[in-house]
């Protein structure tokens, strides 16, 4: 297979109708080798029919049904319209052509990815879509070991405040159930105000990513039973870790710790009663902050020892709740993400 070379020019022996002039952008695509001409509205790209056939049954297909006639050739190669548009088109034949930057676990922003599993899903590129989706449950799982992985480097760097919202969208459209429920409480852990989720939330691209009227429906609903599950759970693990028998060295600083994470004396709206308005259930990311707030209070290492693994396990019992609050149960296998009976 040849180096990729510049695409065709205006002057090349082509009718404007025939072929249009790829934009620079796309000439890693244009081969001189190539077989077979792929022609989006807007630009064109040589590449290999053999390629292309290999990876994907819809392209077979279409080689066969579009037989090239005499004025669909360019220097003898075939010309096939395809009505995706140029980017999408491009973003395709580049995970085809040059695979490393499609990769689970690296950095990948979601808009690409969505487009991406939506070109696999059209073409039937199994590879591909296969990769994604993997991709995709490794930043919503649906156990707790591999969430709290995900807020580990580089995980954690690789996410953005709306993946979430592509995430929804992706799952519900494409047939991806088990990285729904993930999903739909990243996003309701956003920072977002109620217009930005009606109207729409801008990702790092300034692109507009809103929900659909049901997928928003199912969010809001959702959120709202979070912040009660997290007030019955907080004030539930509080009430027992105080009447128990862990902690009882250092119990009246415990109850002081219990007051400083539920009052915020700086928020002047609250009058200094702030129960944190966020529906974070599982803070992993918290825990130098309360670190730093167990050591203030001279709270010994034993009982502090207690109180993490205590908080830790609480966890489980949070997990198991966090699907229910979206009407849906944890999947027990890809694909297997189902609505809670009512």
């Known amino acids: ?20 002039v790829s934009p620079l ?55 096939v319209h395809v009505q995706d548009d140029a980017e999408s088109l491009f973003q395709l034949l580049k995970a085809l052509y040059f695979p490393r930057h499609i990769r689970k676990g690296t950095a990948m922003e979601m808009s690409l990815v969505v487009l991406l599993i939506e070109m696999a899903t059209k073409y039937m590129v199994d590879f591909l879509r296969d990769e994604l989706v993997s991709h995709l449950r490794l930043l919503f799982p ?4 591999d969430y709290l992985k995900t807020w580990e480097a580089p995980l954690k760097d690789i996410c953005c405040k709306t993946d979430g919202l592509y995430a929804v969208e992706v799952a ?7 990285i729904l429920p993930m999903a739909l409480y990243e996003s309701a852990r956003l920072e977002s105000t109620l217009e930005e989720l009606l109207y729409g939330t801008r990702d790092v691209d300034d692109t507009l990513v809103q929900l659909s009227s049901a997928n928003l429906k199912t969010l809001l609903l959702g959120q709202h039973r979070l912040h009660g599950l997290k007030r019955r759970l907080s004030f539930k693990f509080i ?72 908080e830790k396990a609480s966890w489980e019992t949070v997990w198991e709740e966090i699907p229910k609050c979206f009407g849906l149960e944890w999947p027990t296998g890809p694909g297997q993400a189902v609505p809670v009976s009512n």
């Not at 297979?1 to 249009?20: F, I, R």
């Open 239 to 310: 009430r027992e870790y105080l009447a128990g028998e862990a902690g009882m060295h250092c119990q009246q600083k415990f109850g002081d710790l219990f007051v400083h994470l539920l009052v915020d004396d700086t928020d002047e709206d609250s009058n200094g009663v702030c129960f944190e308005d966020d529906v974070d259930l599982i803070v992993p990311k918290r825990r130098n902050a309360r670190h730093n707030l167990v050591s203030a209070l001279g709270i010994c290492d034993t009982c502090s020892d207690e109180f993490w693994q205590a």
């Open 142 to 145: 649906s156990t707790l070991e």
């Open 172 to 178: 519900v459209k494409f047939g991806i159930p088990e």
């Open 25 to 79: 952008s796309y000439k890693d695509l244009w081969f001189d080798d190539g077989s077979i001409i792929l022609q989006s509205p807007t630009a064109s790209f040589r590449v290999h029919r053999s390629i292309l056939s290999f990876h994907s049954q819809v392209f077979r297909d279409m080689f066969v049904v579009s037989a090239p006639v005499e004025d669909a050739m360019v220097d003898g190669v075939p010309v």
């Open 1 to 20: 297979m040849s180096e990729p070379s510049d695409a065709p020019q205006a002057n090349d022996t082509v009718a404007p109708e025939t072929l249009s």
